[in-house]
T-cell receptor
Framework: DGGITQSPKYLFRKEGQNVTLSCEQN?????MYWYRQDPGQGLRLIYY???????QKGDIAEGYSVSREKKESFPLTVTSAQKNPTAFYLC????????????FGPGTRLTVL | KQEVTQIPAALSVPEGENLVLNCSFT??????LQWFRQDPGKGLTSLLL?????REQTSGRLNASLDKSSGRSTLYIAASQPGDSATYLC?????????????FGTGTQLKVEL
């Protein structure tokens, strides 16, 4: 089945730790995205990548880092510099314009202990 | 800066009713608008995408319209069912800024009651 997978589903982090969230897609999409969702707020873009080995900051990139070494994979690292990392993290992918409907993975819920 | 608003924040209707969800955006320079559904604790499911040159899109019992000049979109759900209960999100992609960046509304939480 084609789709987007995210792992783990739940993640617990101690303060001061870096953690990495996985996102993999087998849709052959060029572009991939990371969003953060907090209660009562819309999704906010953290980072996005339109092509392998290239990525751009979104609206809330501080305290996060990404890499795009393979077309299929776009891992997100939440660093200790992120002051309030507890949130629901969603990964998405799309083709290039004009066929750029975004498709989402199931999400990872990160909790800081 | 683009802002997307969805009203109402929550809606409860009896089964079988036709309903309309509203989405408004402040900057009409958009490339497309996308409607999503989100079940509790889950990812987003894409429902409909409307290109800026289109007026509406239909999929089954769903119909989405777009009035770019007034900055509005509506999602019409016909003959609602309990399985339609979810949060519905709209998002717009701007023409400027590069990339396929979406700006999301905060959603309308829909409950369809038996």
């Amino acid at each position: 089945d084609g789709g987007i997978t995210q792992s783990p589903k739940y993640l617990f982090r101690k303060e001061g730790q870096n953690v990495t969230l996985s996102c993999e897609q087998n849709l052959n999409h060029d572009a991939m995205y990371w969003y953060r969702q907090d209660p009562g707020q819309g999704l906010r873009l953290i980072y996005y990548s339109q092509i392998v080995n290239d990525f751009q900051k979104g609206d809330i990139a501080e305290g996060y880092s990404v890499s795009r070494e393979k077309k299929e994979s776009f891992p997100l690292t939440v660093t200790s510099a992120q002051k309030n990392p507890t949130a629901f993290y969603l990964c998405a992918s799309s083709m290039k314009r004009p066929y750029n409907e975004q498709f989402f993975g199931p999400g990872t819920r990160l909790t800081v202990l | 800066k683009q802002e997307v608003t969805q009203i109402p924040a929550a809606l409860s209707v009896p089964e079988g009713e036709n309903l309309v969800l509203n989405c408004s955006f402040t900057d009409s320079a958009i490339y497309n608008l996308q409607w999503f559904r989100q079940d509790p604790g889950k990812g987003l499911t894409s429902l409909l995408l409307i290109q800026s040159s289109q007026r509406e899109q239909t999929s089954g019992r769903l119909n989405a319209s777009l009035d770019k000049s007034s900055g509005r979109s509506t999602l019409y759900i016909a003959a609602s069912q309990p399985g339609d209960s979810a949060t519905y999100l709209c998002a717009v992609e701007g023409l400027t800024g590069g990339g396929n960046k979406l700006t999301f509304g905060t959603g309308t939480q829909l409950k369809v009651e038996l």
